[in-house]
């Protein structure tokens, strides 16, 4: 069982993440703030510190799931505060860890992925890999992909999967 696990504050990521959905039969769980973001320098300024901010989510029972993908906007370089929650309080032991991470600029996703990728081992999970891809605009909100790109990006994660 695939659980997919998600933040998204402008949308682009959830694109990605109901489009895994739809190809994995998996189940959504988003990651909801109790207090939501107002403005991109809260997001900034949280990412930098590494923030970790109450989340709506009664639930966030892993046990069903073999497999979690995890998909998060990069803020300032790094996870964002929701993914950092959610690292905090997964149990991810004996869970196999894939990561989406989506931005203006993909190539500068390696260290935040390190950063996910050393918190998944440190919680017991085991970190299959992970893809970066151009999301929504930082200013403008629009995306950057056309739903052809998303199809073929979608396809080549699940491949990554099997
Ligand atoms: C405050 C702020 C900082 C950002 N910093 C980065 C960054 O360091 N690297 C990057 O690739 N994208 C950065 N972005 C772009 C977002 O990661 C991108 O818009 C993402 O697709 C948003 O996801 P969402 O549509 O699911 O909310 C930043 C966006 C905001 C608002």
């Known amino acids: 069982m695939v659980a997919i696990v998600y ?6 990521t959830r694109e990605y993440a109901k489009g895994i959905k739809d190809a994995t039969g998996g189940d959504l769980i988003e990651l909801l703030e109790r207090n939501p973001k107002k403005t991109n320098g809260q997001c900034a ?8 901010p109450q989340l709506e989510n009664k639930d966030l029972e892993l046990a069903p799931y073999d497999l979690v993908v995890l998909l998060t906007p990069i803020y300032a370089f790094n996870p964002s505060p ?8 997964a149990n991810l032991k004996e869970k196999k860890v ?14 935040p992925t390190e950063k ?4 998944v081992e440190k919680k017991g999970g085991t970190f299959l890999g992970s893809s970066s ?4 605009s930082m200013f403008k ?18 491949q990554r999967l099997s």
């Open 7 to 12: 933040y998204s504050r402008t949308g682009s």
């Open 45 to 52: 300024i949280q990412a930098l510190f590494g923030v970790c």
């Open 82 to 89: 929701a993914i950092n929650s959610f690292l905090k309080i």
């Open 98 to 111: 894939y990561l989406v991470t989506l931005g203006e600029d993909p190539k500068s996703h390696r260290k």
């Open 116 to 119: 996910i990728k050393r918190k």
């Open 133 to 136: 891809f151009r999301g929504a």
């Open 141 to 158: 909100k629009t995306f950057y992909f056309t739903e052809e790109e998303l199809r073929k990006n979608i396809g080549e994660i699940v």
